[in-house]
């Protein structure tokens, strides 16, 4: 079947902008992590849903950054006002309970 | 606060040789430790974890409580082992912790 996607692929956005990131997880997996990855870095966590539950947020680096999933499926990354430090990939994971996570291609952010 | 590390950026062996890829954690808990592999232009997908203790093409790591280490082992790299490897730690099982990254090249 398919796997997580996530769209778009590239974005390019002028400081100030709001960006909007998609995240279509593997059909049936409960489990949702965003990831942030700066250039020559690993992932980090930003937030973790479980179905529309958004249980965990810590890893958001501001309140500039918002996450939802609503109905248990998608899921949207939202960026207010963004600032050249925001610049990175931004990668979605899906899991079923308790199994590894799947990663998407991921969007990479460039904020100009 | 758990952290991750791989101190080693680029990692180069030669075809046949032993490899082993250097990651230690800190944490004060019972952590889950992961590898995970990224090979080029494609995502980033999991290798192996600690609790199955299973081999997975070939590799095989180790979790030393005493040292917090998870190093990855092969015996004999091959080419196709080339790739990003990241080794990632999960306290609760809900937030998980990447380390920055070894980047192995296996020369013919």
């Known amino acids: 079947g398919a796997g997580v996607s996530q769209s778009p692929r590239y974005k390019v956005a002028k400081r100030g902008q709001d960006v909007a990131l998609r995240c279509d997880p593997i059909?049936?997996?409960?489990?949702l992590f965003w990831y942030q990855q700066a250039l020559g870095q690993g992932p980090e966590f930003l937030t973790y849903?479980?179905?529309?539950?958004?249980?965990?947020k810590s890893g958001l680096p501001s309140d500039r950054f918002f996450a939802e999933r609503p109905e248990g499926s998608v899921s949207t990354l939202k960026i207010q006002r963004t600032q050249q430090e925001d610049s990175a990939v931004y990668l979605c994971?899906?899991?079923?309970?308790?199994?590894?996570?799947?990663f998407g291609p991921g969007t990479r952010l460039t904020v100009t | 606060a758990q952290r991750v590390t791989q101190p080693e950026k680029l990692l180069s062996v030669f075809k046949g040789a032993p490899v082993e890829l250097k990651c230690n954690y800190s944490?004060?808990?019972?952590?889950?430790l992961f590898w995970y592999v990224q090979y080029s232009r494609q995502r980033l997908q999991l290798l192996l974890r600690?609790?199955s203790r299973e081999s997975i093409k070939g590799f095989t790591a180790d979790l030393n409580k005493g040292e917090t280490s998870f190093h990855l082992k092969k015996p004999f790299a091959q080419e196709e082992d080339s790739a990003m490897y990241y080794c990632?730690?999960?306290?609760?099982?809900?937030?998980?912790?990447f380390g920055t990254g070894t980047s192995l090249t296996v020369i013919p």
């Open positions: 600690h609790i």
């Open positions: 990632a730690l999960s306290n609760t099982g809900n937030q998980f912790y």
């Open positions: 944490y004060s808990g019972s952590p889950e």
């Open positions: 994971a899906s899991r079923r309970t308790g199994r590894e996570q799947y």
């Open positions: 059909s049936g997996h409960v489990s």
């Open positions: 849903f479980q179905n529309e539950a958004q249980l965990d």
